[in-house]
């Protein structure tokens, strides 16, 4: 149980282009989705917290107008980089919070973006 | 803000060996402290986890302790195999209850055989 899968797991584009990922929960709802992402040889960095049918919450210094969120429904949430360039290039991770269980995440096996 | 400090950045140790990694918190209202295992190229995989109305918890070779006066929780490998060599990631989470995870800067752990 708890699984969490993300579509697609690489992608290459050219730059100015626009680059969707989805995240889905396969066996449970979440309300709560997370997405992160992640440079060579370092920790996770929190890009927003994605909510069912609302507006999703970004950190600090992360463009809402260039990462696009969408969460729709209970099982699916999907990430847009918009106009993307070579410095977006990077691991992007979705977790999706377990409904009545404070805090628990179960994360997504990752999408490799390369923008050329 | 809040933080999470991660120590040791890289560890190695023999196979059969135990493997600690130590991490700090500076929220005291943090109350969640879950381990992630994350392998090359694939995403993190929640391996144990703690909550502040616990001391110490364990599954199989994992345990994990917390300290909440000292804000410091661990992590204990015990019998240490070649297929534990990854990173290992701490984390704890935001006092304001929104979900948020603040996660440390991560472990690489080689068990050498």
């Known amino acids: ?116 | 803000g809040e933080n999470v400090e991660q120590h040791p950045s890289t560890l190695s140790v023999q196979e059969g060996d135990s493997a600690v990694i130590k991490c700090t918190y500076s929220d005291s209202a943090s109350n969640y402290f879950p381990w992630y295992k994350q392998e090359l190229g694939k995403g993190p995989q929640l391996i144990i986890d703690i909550r502040s109305n616990v001391g110490e918890k364990k599954d199989q070779r994992i345990a994990v302790t917390l300290n909440k006066t000292a804000k410091h929780f661990s992590l204990h490998i015990t019998e240490t195999q070649p297929e534990d060599s990854a990173v290992y990631f701490c984390a704890a989470s935001f006092s304001s209850n929104t979900g948020k995870l603040i996660f440390g800067q991560g472990t690489t752990l080689q068990v050498k055989p």
């Open chain 1, 1 to 116: 149980g708890a699984v969490v899968s993300q579509h697609p797991s690489r992608v290459i584009c050219k730059s100015g282009t626009s680059v969707k990922i989805e995240c889905r929960s396969l066996d449970f709802q979440a309300t709560t989705m997370f997405w992160y992402r992640q440079f060579p040889k370092q920790s996770l960095m929190l890009m927003a917290t994605s909510n069912e049918g609302s507006k999703a919450t970004y950190e600090q210094g992360v463009e809402k107008d260039k990462f696009l969120i969408n969460h729709a429904s209970l099982t699916l949430s999907t990430l847009t980089v918009t106009s993307a360039h070579p410095e977006d290039s990077s691991f992007y991770i979705c977790s999706a919070e377990l409904a009545g269980v404070n805090n628990e995440q179960f994360f997504g096996p990752g999408t490799r973006l390369t923008v050329l």
